[in-house]
């Protein structure tokens, strides 16, 4: 299987092509996210960023070892890193043999993330590279046990938290999260994670996962992206009385109390990302995921993947079948 990244027409690479035209709504490439799988000699991105421990510690921009002699000086990064430079290909590989000696699978999908938080152009790389071998790892089946245990694995969001809590400020939340050029949100309310049940705002793990997988498949760039997590509480008793939980330690929400928590969403998310910008419903119990594929098919652009695209895959199967 390969990915798609490396074949979007024959004999022609993803890194041929010029930015403009590829996907992302054909907003040119100012941070060279479409080139994450070379090693660049120089880092134009770098002009309007913060310098030295900052940079090392913003995942979106840090190379490690990859920065050359000329971005340690230019960057302020003297000492603040061993002196080896190490290429893009060589740490891939480093981290492809760590990978591979953890046993558990959850043990691997918390280095990915880890990985992701602290270098995200290698974590696509080593992702794209090796998707056959990561691709079960950054998503189901592992992602469902991360899930389980997200509050014990949790040590720096991934992606934006929108509770009970911030009823009448969600379109401030959103100006909050960093990247502002959104086009596609994977949201969940963590009621129906897999076939696992109620999980409360533990689902994180599946916007985030399902968006790594757009990234590293489908080609849209990291910064397009943002995953959402709506906690209205849960009904599970067990993260209810569990000390670590990281949600709302109180009853699921429903009818009134729910729908105008979502409808703020969705009205924000319009109002501060555009008309075009994709949500995509992951996750919801039933009854709510046909209400609100119901209620915003006219007004918002949107998807959910459980009805769907299990609906067109089981379309398709009748169709070859006959």
């Known amino acids: 299987m390969e990915s798609t990244l490396k074949e979007m027409r024959v004999g022609a690479s993803v890194l041929d092509m010029d930015p403009k035209s590829t ?30 421990y900052t940079l090392l510690r913003d995942p979106q921009h840090n190379k490690g070892l ?10 302020y990064l003297r000492g603040l890193l061993p002196p080896a430079i190490i290429s893009q290909q060589l740490q891939e590989k480093k981290l492809l043999k760590t990978i591979r000696q953890y046993q558990l699978p959850l043990q691997k999908y918390t280095a990915m993330m880890e990985l992701e938080e602290r270098n995200e152009r290698l974590f696509y790389k080593l992702l794209i590279d090796n998707v056959e071998e990561l691709l079960p ?16 694995i949790f040590k720096r969001p991934q992606g934006l938290y929108i509770s009970l809590k911030e009823k009448g400020k969600v379109l401030d939340v959103l100006k909050n999260w960093p990247r502002k050029s959104i086009q596609v949100i994977v949201v969940t309310d963590g009621e129906r994670i897999l076939g696992l049940g109620d999980l409360g705002c533990q689902g994180m793990g599946i916007p985030v996962g399902k968006l790594a997988l757009y990234t590293a498949l489908g080609g849209i760039r990291p910064s397009a992206c943002l995953p959402v997590t709506i906690d209205v509480g849960t009904n599970n008793e067990e993260l209810l009385n569990d000390e670590f939980y990281i949600g709302l330690k109180q009853r699921r929400a429903t009818g009134q109390v729910y729908y105008e928590l979502l409808h703020e969403f969705m009205t924000a998310v319009k109002q501060n990302y555009g008309e075009k910008v994709l949500i995509q419903f992951e996750d919801f119990a039933n009854h709510n995921a046909f209400e609100l594929l119901a209620k915003y098919g006219t007004t918002h652009l949107v998807f959910n993947d459980d009805i769907q ?8 199967r009748a169709s070859f079948s006959t």
Do not use: N
């Open 309 to 316: 695209g299990d609906g067109f895959c089981c379309s398709c």
């Open 137 to 152: 790892v950054v998503y189901t089946p592992t992602v469902g046990e991360a899930c389980q245990k997200y509050g014990s």
């Open 66 to 75: 990859a920065f050359t002699e000329k971005e340690r000086d230019a960057h």
């Open 23 to 52: 996907v992302g709504g054909g907003v040119e490439d100012v941070y060279g996210e479409d080139r994450a799988t070379e090693d660049l000699l120089v880092t134009p991105w770098t002009i309007s960023v913060a310098s030295g």
